[in-house]
């Protein structure tokens, strides 16, 4: 057997902090290896309590601020599997591959545009020639299995909206500039998946397909740009570790005028955490040409007749939950000992508020509970504990991430007051009871990362 390549020391440190987020993940309920009871499936994970309120978290924040704050973006959700004649078109079944090289010794598959040397990166054994390998899942649709039933599963959101542009059109009574919006699972065989979630075969995308007049295409496809930059520095990632990158030419695709990535600086690297892409009229175009229906808007006031173009935004609710987490990890070095907290977003934390009655008895619970379900009311997940020391309990929420806990003390009983103290700042305020929704409403409002 080969022998293996060495790690420079900073592979060294980035595989020990990846380690330190897998295990966090797990122990804490973010993230599980999937069938692990069956010795798992490799690059494939199941999310936990925390995990899943991370993820819809992030969801509701793409949305909120995709959808629900624009008059003229509006969803849709379209089916996983479709007619395969869709990704002929789209040039998916003929050109969604990548080149694919397998070690000769330990059979390992490797992207061959991700090599840096011409041997195998686990084993350095000798490698094949590439060869390109189609990304998308193929299956069967109903009881027989042959060429006639094959379907896909689709590999990108994007294609439902472009099938749909007409019906969205039409029963929205929609004029470009506007857009479509669209999360849900996608599926990729991808030959290397790695780095945890950040590159799996099955995954969840947020993509958005803006339909503009075509001579606003580079007025929309800056906007968007800085739009969706700006979002994740707003939801409190460190703008030293974001960067745009735009593709070169040789890196577009042939339809496509101009494509940029947000790129975020892992502990593996610069890599993709979104892409915005001029896609022209292609699509509409294509699905015109192949079906016979004619994707394209007319105006009723100036007769005029034409296919829009098209700015997408396109990222990955698991990458963009992987990410918030990765760059909200600290580790603080306090008088007596090391806390590890998630300095999350309040508006992204799996967990908003954690309730404590000091100690478990003089009536403390009773009343930390209608306190709990007080805070319940306002739609944000709150969590109750009442085991071990105070401070171990604080200990634990900083390594959920959650942001506001809330003590309930012998005084609570008097005077309803209780004590908030901050994630971030470690800092104590007390505060009555009856202000507690609005005094916490307004953290969140004004939360700026320390
Ligand atoms: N419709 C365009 C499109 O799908 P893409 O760059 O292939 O573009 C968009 O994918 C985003 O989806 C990526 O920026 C990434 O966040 C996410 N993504 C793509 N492949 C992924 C994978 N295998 N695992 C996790 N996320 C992935």
Redesign the pocket.
């Known amino acids: 057997m080969a022998k293996k390549p060495k790690l420079t020391p900073e592979q060294k440190e980035a595989q020990e902090f990846m380690e330190k987020i897998v295990s966090l993940c797990k122990r804490k309920g973010f993230v599980f290896q999937a069938s692990e009871i069956y010795g798992g499936m490799a690059n494939t994970y199941d999310y936990g309590p925390l995990g899943v309120e991370l993820l819809r978290n992030v969801r509701e924040a793409w949305w909120k601020r995709t959808v629900i704050a624009r008059e003229n973006v509006v969803g849709l959700d379209s089916a996983i599997i479709q007619n395969p004649k869709v990704w002929e078109t789209s040039g998916h079944v003929g050109g969604f591959s990548d080149p694919m090289k397998d070690c000769k010794e330990c059979k390992a598959r490797h992207r061959a545009d991700h090599l840096e040397a011409d041997v195998c990166p686990i084993c350095g054994g000798e490698l094949t020639e590439a060869r390109e390998f189609n990304l998308m899942f193929q299956t069967n649709v109903g009881a027989l299995e042959g060429s006639s039933s094959v379907a896909y599963l689709r590999p990108?959101t994007?294609q439902g909206i472009f099938l749909n542009y007409l019906n969205v059109q039409n029963s929205a009574r929609l004029k470009p500039p506007f857009g479509i919006a669209q999360v849900g699972k996608s599926f990729?065989n991808?030959i290397t998946?790695g780095n945890f979630v950040?590159?799996?075969?099955e995954?969840e995308?947020a993509?958005m397909e803006f339909f503009c007049p075509p001579d606003e295409e580079a007025k929309w496809y800056e906007y968007w740009k800085q739009e969706r930059f700006n979002w994740y520095v707003e939801l409190g990632v460190d703008p030293d570790k974001l960067r745009m990158r735009d593709h070169a030419a040789d890196e577009l695709a042939h339809y496509s005028t101009a494509c940029a990535d947000v790129e975020y600086l892992y502990p593996f690297g610069w890599g993709?955490?979104?892409?915005i892409?001029c896609r022209t009229d292609f699509d509409l175009k294509r699905h015109s040409e192949a079906s016979n229906a004619k994707l394209m808007y007319f105006d009723p006031q100036t007769k005029e007749k034409y296919t829009p173009y098209v700015i997408?935004p396109?990222?990955?609710i698991?990458?963009m939950a992987l990410t918030f987490l990765i760059d909200a990890y600290e580790e603080e070095q306090l008088e007596k000992d090391t806390r590890i907290v998630l300095k999350f977003h309040p508006e992204i934390a799996p967990v908003t508020c954690a309730v404590f009655p000091l100690v478990k008895k003089n009536g403390m619970p009773e009343k930390a509970h209608e306190v709990e379900s007080l805070l319940r009311t306002t739609g944000w997940n709150t969590f109750y504990d009442q085991k071990g020391a105070i401070g171990r309990r604080y200990r634990r929420q900083d390594e959920d991430g959650t942001p506001f806990c809330i003590t309930i003390d012998g005084d609570t009983l008097e005077n309803n007051q209780v004590t908030v103290r901050h994630r971030d700042s470690m800092e104590q305020e007390t505060v009555e009871i009856a202000h507690l929704i609005g005094y916490i409403a307004n953290a969140i409002q004004n939360w700026k990362r320390s």
Request: no cysteine; net charge negative; aromatic share 8%.
């Open positions: 990108e994007a990729r991808e998946p950040f590159r799996t075969r995954f995308q993509e993709e955490l979104e892409g892409a997408e396109a990222g990955g698991n990458r």
